[in-house]
């Protein structure tokens, strides 16, 4: 199957900026078209549930689901490098979570039950 694999993540001090990236393989061996698959990010933070960022198109349009992610949070995807990036600057302490990457075909969608492929998620921790 494909397999999703976070990095990036790690501890940052309040104020401080990270990008973590998600890189996909598998999908072609496994029969499957990378360039049709929408790209999330979720998150989940201590004692709360996992709840969706932020999702890309093929064709890079994006659909931002967290409140304040606007200005702090950008998402790309870069298909020839089969690899998805979360930008996060201006960093506070509210967005400490563990993030995951997942994937579901053609559509972006915020449940994370409607997802066919996930990574193990990584850690961002901001801390003084």
């Known amino acids: 199957q494909p397999q999703l694999v976070e990095s990036g993540g790690g501890l940052v001090r309040p104020g401080g900026s990270l990008r973590l990236s998600c890189t996909a393989s598998g999908f072609t061996a496994s029969g499957f078209t990378f360039e049709v698959y929408t790209l999330a990010w979720f998150r989940q933070a201590p004692g709360k549930e996992r709840e969706a960022v932020s999702c890309?198109?093929?064709?890079?349009?994006?659909?931002n689901y967290a409140d304040s992610v606007e200005d702090r949070l950008t998402l790309s995807r870069d298909n020839a490098k089969r690899t998805v990036y979360l930008k996060m600057n201006s960093l506070k302490t509210d967005v400490t979570a563990v993030y995951y990457c997942?994937?579901?075909?053609?559509?972006?969608?915020?449940?994370?039950?409607?997802?066919?492929?996930w990574g193990g998620g990584t850690l961002v921790n901001v801390s003084s």
């Open positions: 997942a994937a579901r075909f053609l559509v972006c969608l915020k449940h994370v039950h409607a997802m066919n492929f």
């Open positions: 890309i198109r093929g064709e890079d349009i994006v659909t």
